[in-house]
């Protein structure tokens, strides 16, 4: 378990040592668990390229990559380009692969400035490639903010490492995003386990600086969720998830687009028809107390005679 | 492949081990009888350096075939984690190598292959991972520099539990503890396949200034040893495989 000691700088040359293609490193774009990943060029086309020490694992990704680039013909991640052997100057030998650059904007980024509502348009575009992804029979595992860009007003993933099969145990995770570290249920790879990682997506959208469990780890997240400047819309949606009351993305996803639906409505129309529902009401109970005090007037001259 | 089982011991400890036998001998004396023991030294949160004493970890878990972290508290749970499925993988990894080298010749191992061979092999190897039997006997080191970390230590053995539970394979747990006045190491909880609910778990603790880590160790390795012989005499199992 020790750090990755790659010599990569701008301008090195990555060449495989099976396939023989080579790389121009441009500069550094991340760091991960298991490597680091590099925009770099070949033939003026732009690939993100990730080096590791740790094979197997980084062997484990392409399989997934290159399952998952493309599920029953919709896109869930970037393409495979790559896989190779690069023998570094300093006489070591490193696994690294190659994929599709994806350029877009993080979560926060994108959101900054923006309405609530794009809170719940991004989740509800999360939950609809789960929903593809889920009926392949995986689920995406570590699914958190880091994992994710956005391009064209799109959500893309951009590391698809941690897809594991249903009914497995789910390979990688980050604490704030796990189920299992709140308490709200098991590591088990089930479509339950990404709706719970959605709920915590829109969580981070207010609180960016993420936070931990205190003593009593679900009461700590019910208490955040209440202070939470968030709609409660939302809030119901997200407190109906962690009750397990959705059992796919579909239905989360069904949820949250009634939400946003209801909300087109302006809401100066709303004002003034609630006014004039209002005075109509006024008028209506005139006319049925007139109504009753006639008939009580009747009934005890009735009475009377 | 058939899934076999898996033996761990995890020790976690803190300092420098100071009485008795040297723990790397009996690491290795583990190793060679098909228990891999892993080593997490944990440090205070506060801890600026680490203290010289924890470079045994290192040495002891590359003795007994396992895998060593240094870690501060707050990280623990990810860290036995991390380590107990390393420990896994490298255990299983191990043994395809052999059958690589068996099949394909002399020093070839699974980081020699060409890539799209490679990418078979691991897809094995993390199949495996998944199914195979894990025992893990946690042994942990209780003298009186680690009393406040205990109920740190505890929440990460659940957590634990909680991601092992998750895969398809069965799990088996036992935590002992060291040093004990009596029989140099205790048992905390029995065998059991979940350690959610584990109330009073390290209570009435002996403060003696010494840390027999090398005894301990021996000890908790007759511990898998005795158990075995017990499963054995209960009921026979004919696709037992020792050591993996």
Known sequence: MKKPVFNVTNGTLVRGKWNHHAYHVVKKLGEGACGAVYLCQKNGIMYALKVGTESSRLMLEVNMLKKFSKVQGVKLGPSFVDVDDWAASNGQTYPFYVMEYIKGDSFATFLRGKKKEWVGICAMQLLSDLEHLHQAGYVFGDLKTDNLLISDSKVQWIDVGGVTGIGRAIKEYTEFYDRGYWGYGSRKAEPGYDLFAVTMIMLETVYPQRFT?????????????????????????????????????????????????????????????????????????????FIAVVFYGISAWNLWM | MNAGRL??????????????????????????????????????????DEPQGLKEVESIAEAGGGVSQIVYQKNLSETVQMVTKQAMTQTIQGVVNKELQHILGESKTIEELPPEQRGEVVEIVDDLGETCQLEVLVLVDSSASMHHKLPTVKEALADLSLSLNARSGSNQFSIYSFPDPKHTIKQRVEWTSELSAM?????????GGYTPTGPALKEALYAFTNKSILRDEGRVDPYEETGF
């Open chain 1, 213 to 289: 469990a205190e003593k009593d780890p679900k009461k700590t997240l019910q208490d955040k969720l209440k202070r939470a400047p968030l709609p409660s819309e939302y809030k119901r949606v997200i407190t109906a998830c962690w009750q397990g009351k959705y059992h796919s993305a579909k239905e989360m996803k069904e949820a949250l687009g009634q939400i946003l639906m209801k909300r087109v409505q302006p809401p100066k129309q709303i004002t003034r028809k609630s006014l004039h529902h209002e005075a109509s009401e006024w008028g209506e109970m005139l006319g049925v107390s």
């Open chain 2, 199 to 207: 109330h009073n778990l390290f209570t009435r603790l002996s403060s």
């Open chain 2, 7 to 48: 033996k761990q011991i995890l020790l976690l400890t803190d300092g420098c081990s100071n009485y008795g036998e040297d723990p790397v001998a009996v690491a290795a004396l583990a190793r060679n009888q098909g228990v891999t023991v892993n080593v997490i030294g944990v440090l205070d949160d506060l801890q600026a």
